[in-house]
């Protein structure tokens, strides 16, 4: 399974945008990139994921590099509410490779 | 709606006894996911079905444990045994397209199942 790379942890200011990187040089064409992320004493929970272009929603937007090598997921205006442990996953779409593998992921510390 | 419901929240129990943790997946969802989560650490893949077949059991660690969702909605994981080790917080996922179906699909978890043996 190919794998991923994020910082163990990440420092960001209250209402300033965030960009928490996340590298997977092994990825192939199938892969599609997900992200989720874990509040304090809570499950973890989807935030956004895709596959070749930049993707948005309400929550985040990712970006995705053209090489696919990499990719950013970028909170516009961090919140307190925001802080927890967000984890970059590779899932791939062929056959029956359903499982999301996780790693550490990076802990968002806001700063009121 | 009602999201994933687990339980018990908390189990607590003597090494040796057996336990069985319950999940209740978002109603009509398709896929139906156990992980194993430490501390510090990201979830652990267990086990996986669509509708009531058990698609991959490989992450289960050992033959104590054991998964079943008989009807397709309710699961249940269960430890014969139980050790020490297999102290950890055990969540349940749940979401509405079949496993192998590719590509994205957002998986839906619950609040977990704190288990501590004793």
């Known amino acids: 399974d190919a794998k991923t790379t994020q910082p163990n942890s990440m420092e960001s200011n209250e209402e300033e945008p965030v960009h928490l990187p996340c590298n997977h040089s092994t990825i192939s064409g199938t892969d599609y990139i997900h992200w989720y992320r874990q509040l304090p004493s809570q499950g973890p929970e989807y935030v956004i994921h895709g596959l070749t272009s930049n993707v948005n929603n309400r929550m985040a937007s990712l970006a995705i590099a053209e090489d696919r090598k990499s990719s950013t997921l970028i909170l516009h205006r961090a919140t307190l509410r925001d802080a927890a442990v967000y984890y970059c996953i590779l899932r791939d779409t062929m056959d029956s490779n359903y499982q999301l593998i996780w790693g550490a992921g990076t802990k968002l510390i806001i700063k009121p | 709606g009602a999201g994933v419901s687990q339980s018990p929240r908390y189990k607590v129990t003597k090494r040796g006894q057996d336990v069985a943790l319950r999940c209740d997946p978002i109603?009509?969802?398709?896929?139906l996911y156990w992980y194993r989560q430490a501390l510090g650490q990201g979830p652990e893949f267990l086990t996986y079905?669509?509708?009531?077949?058990?698609?991959?059991k490989s992450g289960l660690p050992n033959d104590r444990f054991s998964a079943e969702r008989p009807e397709g909605s309710i699961s249940t994981l269960t430890i014969q045994r139980t050790e020490q080790r297999d102290s950890a917080m055990y969540r349940c996922?749940?979401?509405?397209?079949?496993?192998?179906?590719?590509?994205?699909?957002?998986?839906?978890f619950g609040p977990g199942t704190r288990l501590t043996v004793l």
């Open positions: 079905f669509n509708y009531e077949a058990q698609q991959d």
């Open positions: 109603s009509g969802h398709v896929s």
């Open positions: 996922a749940s979401s509405p397209r079949p496993g192998t179906s590719g590509g994205a699909g957002e998986q839906f």
